[in-house]
C-alpha cells in the first residue's frame, strides 16, 4: 500500500537532521524523519570501554553494526580493501537518533571569521579546491545565538580575543578548569597567550529541564546517564515530536532519491525495519545523513537527468572530502595530575588559528578528554615498550602523570579527496557502499608540525618532561575521521559547488542538505556547532520560502 505524501522527509537525525526537523514541524509542516538506527537508551549500554565510539574493539554501541555495514578504502597504491565500522579505517559514523551528539565530545565551537574568507585572507593555494564560503561569520551568528542558546552551552569567552563577535554571552557559565588545565592555563598565559574554558554542549547548571553534568570520566565515546549532554535526541527532537506534526521512523535505510523526467525529487525509496523496500513521497526531502554518507546516497539517485547521481552532472558529489588532521604534544609530569572527574578537556587556546607565517591556517589546542585504561595504553612515546612487562610498567607508573595538549588541523580540500560508491561491494540492503579514497593537500603537514611544535613548547614550560609530539610525518593519509565534511559544499557556482547557499542542491530545487557535507572548509575547530547552526540557517530558508508558497 502506498505511503501518503507528507511535506517533508528528511534523512538522517543527528546534529543537522533533528534541528531541521524541529523547525519545519514547528513552522507546521508534515515531517517524516528517517533514521538507520533506533533511540538511544544508556541502560542498553555499559562504560565498557571495548564498547565505545572511541575505541569500537567489540562494536559500535550507537552503530552501525559490523554484520550490516561495511565501506571500501582505497590504499596509496590503488589497493582496496573492505572495513567494518568497528574499524578505524571505516571512518567514524554512528547509525542512532541523535548521531554523532549522542557519544561526541560536544566541545561547541563557532568557526572564526576568517574561516569563512580563507582565499580573501591568504590567497589561492596551489593544487587545492580552496574557496571563501557563499556566506559570512556575520550573516551566520543569529543562528550560532539560537543553537547555543536552544541546544545548551556554557562557555566564557572573557580570555579569548580571537573569536568573533557575539551579540550574547553564553546561555551557561563555562565548566571549571580541572588541574591539567589550570597548569596549562598558567603556563599559557605566562608566555603571553591567551587559555580559556571550553565552550561545551554539555549542561554546567540545570538547563532547558535537564540537569547539571555529573562528571563521569566515560563521556566522550558513550551516552549520558543523566541526558546533561545536548544531542538531537533530547533537546530538539522531543519538541519536533510535540508538535504532533513530526513522525521518526526508527530502522530505515535510505536507499535512493527519486528524480523525476522534470528534475524534481518526488520520493524517497528506504528499506523499514523489516527490510521491506518503502516509497516515502514528499513535497521536499532535506539529506542530514553525513558528509559521507550524504554524498553516498546522492551518487546511488541516479535518474535520466542525473545518470551520475542526483546533483552531480559537474561531478562535485563526493568531492573535497575533509576532516581534521589531529596533532599536539604528550608528556609526563613529576607529580600526578589526574582527576577522576569527567570529562577531562576544560581549557583551550586559539591563538594559533590564523596569522601564522607562511602557513594557511592553523587550529585551536585543548586539553583532551580523559583516556580509560586501554585508550591510554595506545599513547606512548616513540620506542616505547607496547606489550610485556615493560608496557604493564609505563602503564601504571605514568596513567595519572600524562598531560596532553592536542588540536585539529583546518585541512585544505583538494578534489581528489573524496567519497564514491563502489562498484562491486555492497551491504546488507544491496546497496552500493562508500568508497574513500584520495589524500589530504601537502600544505596540512607543516600546520600540522608547526602546532605540534607549539603544544609541546607549552608542555615543556608547564614542567612536563619526556615529552613527544604527535605529528602528521611526512604521511598524507586520507582525510575524514570523525569530523568528515565538504563532499556537497555550498556556493554561487553550480560547476564548483553542488548546492547554493542555502543548502539547496543547484539542480533539483526541492533537494536540500543540511549537515557537514555543507561545509567549504572545515575550521580549525570540532565542527558540530557550526553544523547546528547551518542547519537552523537552512530550515529557515525553506520555511521563507514555503510560506511564499513554493515546492508545493
Request: hydrophobic share 35%.
Amino acid at each position: 500500500m502506498p505511503l501518503p505524501k507528507v511535506n517533508v522527509v528528511i534523512v538522517g537525525a543527528g546534529a543537522g537532521g533533528g534541528i531541521v526537523a524541529k523547525e519545519l514541524a514547528q513552522a507546521g509542516l508534515q515531517v517524516v524523519l528517517l533514521e538507520r538506527g533506533e533511540w538511544p537508551r544508556y541502560d542498553q549500554h555499559d562504560d565498557d570501554e571495548l564498547n565505545s565510539q572511541r575505541t569500537p574493539v567489540h562494536g559500535n554501541p550507537f552503530g552501525p553494526d559490523d554484520q550490516r555495514h561495511r565501506r571500501v578504502v582505497v590504499g596509496d597504491n590503488r589497493s582496496t580493501r573492505i572495513v567494518l565500522p568497528s574499524e578505524g579505517g571505516y571512518q567514524n559514523n554512528a547509525g542512532c537518533v541523535g548521531g554523532g551528539t549522542v557519544s561526541y565530545g560536544a566541545m561547541a565551537w563557532r568557526f572564526m571569521p576568517q574561516d569563512f574568507r580563507l582565499v580573501s585572507t591568504y590567497g589561492e593555494v596551489k593544487d587545492s579546491t580552496l574557496a571563501d564560503w557563499p556566506l559570512s561569520y556575520d550573516e551566520l551568528e543569529p543562528y550560532y545565538e539560537k543553537a547555543e542558546y536552544e541546544i545548551g552551552v556554557a562557555g566564557d569567552y572573557t580570555n579569548n580575543p580571537n573569536s568573533g563577535p557575539r551579540k550574547k554571552p553564553f546561555p551557561m557559565p563555562a565548566f571549571p578548569l580541572n588541574t591539567e588545565g589550570r597548569l596549562i592555563s598558567e603556563t599559557a598565559t605566562r608566555m603571553g597567550l591567551h587559555p580559556f574554558p571550553i565552550p561545551m554542549l554539555r549542561n554546567s547548571v540545570p538547563y532547558n529541564g535537564r540537569p547539571a553534568c555529573i562528571h563521569m570520566r566515560s563521556c566522550v565515546g558513550f551516552a549520558c546517564p543523566v541526558d546533561a549532554k545536548a544531542g538531537s535526541q533530547n533537546t530538539v527532537l522531543p519538541v519536533a515530536l510535540a508538535t504532533g506534526n513530526c513522525k521518526v521512523r526508527t530502522g530505515c535505510v535510505a536507499a535512493e532519491i527519486v528524480v523525476d523526467d522534470h528534475g524534481r525529487a518526488r520520493a524517497l525509496r528506504y528499506f523499514d525495519e523489516n527490510k521491506r523496500p518503502q516509497e516515502q513521497p514528499a513535497d521536499l526531502i532535506v539529506i542530514s545523513a553525513s558528509a559521507t554518507e550524504t554524498a553516498r546516497l546522492l551518487l546511488n539517485s541516479k535518474s535520466k537527468l542525473f545518470p551520475n547521481g542526483a546533483g552531480n552532472n559537474n561531478d562535485w558529489v563526493g568531492r573535497n572530502l575533509q576532516g581534521h588532521l589531529y596533532v599536539g604534544a604528550s608528556g609526563l609530569m613529576e607529580r600526578e595530575i589526574y582527576e577522576e572527574a569527567g570529562p577531562g578537556a576544560t581549557v583551550a587556546i586559539s591563538d594559533f588559528n590564523h596569522g601564522n607565517p607562511g602557513l594557511m591556517g592553523g587550529g585551536v589546542l585543548a586539553n583532551e578528554f580523559i583516556d580509560l585504561p586501554y585508550h591510554f595504553c595506545r599513547n606512548r612515546p616513540p620506542g616505547a615498550a607496547r606489550w610485556g612487562k615493560a608496557h604493564k610498567d609505563f602503564q601504571r607508573r605514568n596513567y595519572k602523570r600524562l598531560v596532553r595538549l592536542v588540536g585539529p588541523v583546518q585541512e585544505i580540500p583538494n578534489f581528489t579527496a573524496r567519497v564514491s560508491v563502489d562498484p562491486s561491494v555492497k551491504d546488507a540492503w544491496g546497496i552500493p557502499v562508500c568508497r574513500l579514497s584520495g589524500t589530504r593537500h601537502p600544505g596540512d603537514l607543516p600546520t600540522g608540525e608547526f602546532l605540534a611544535e607549539k603544544a609541546e613548547a607549552i608542555l615543556k614550560e608547564m614542567g612536563a618532561t619526556g615529552t613527544w609530539r604527535n605529528s602528521p610525518g611526512k604521511s598524507l593519509g586520507l582525510s575524514g575521521g570523525q569530523h568528515q565534511a565538504g563532499t556537497c559544499r555550498m556556493g554561487n557556482d553550480p560547476k564548483t559547488s553542488v548546492t547554493n547557499r542555502f543548502g539547496q542542491v543547484h539542480e533539483i530545487d526541492n533537494l536540500f542538505i543540511a549537515d557537514g557535507s555543507l561545509h567549504v572548509t572545515n575550521g580549525g575547530f570540532n565542527p558540530v556547532l557550526t553544523i547546528m547552526a547551518l542547519a537552523y540557517w537552512v530550515a529557515d530558508s525553506i520555511n521563507a520560502r514555503w510560506k511564499g508558497g513554493d515546492f508545493r
